[in-house]
């Protein structure tokens, strides 16, 4: 069986300027949202039928949730001492 690859194996991007690394935040940021109002829908929220949210559907909603919190740390990282620098 062949292994999926890990969405953050790869470096991180690092940002040559102020500008851009406000985009890839702003980029990070909307695809944060996105995951986590797909995390939100499931059958209890939504005209989806119980009987709908199976197994790989709650499979789904764990690797998105870990997900969410893998891009949370790499913002964090990313963004930590940033508010330190811009008061110098």
Not at 22 to 41: S, V
Not at 42 to 53: E, H, M, T
Request: with cysteine.
């Amino acid at each position: 069986m062949k292994k999926k690859k890990s969405k953050f194996a790869e470096a991180p991007p690092v940002a040559s300027d102020i500008n851009e690394a406000n985009a890839l935040i702003e980029e990070l940021w909307e695809q944060l949202r996105h995951y986590e109002d797909k995390l939100k829908t499931s059958c209890s929220n939504s005209s989806k039928p119980p009987s709908s949210d199976g197994p790989k559907e709650r499979a789904e909603r764990k690797k998105l949730k870990a997900m969410v919190v893998a891009i949370r740390e790499e913002l964090n990282k990313v963004t930590q001492g940033v508010n330190d620098n811009s008061r110098s």
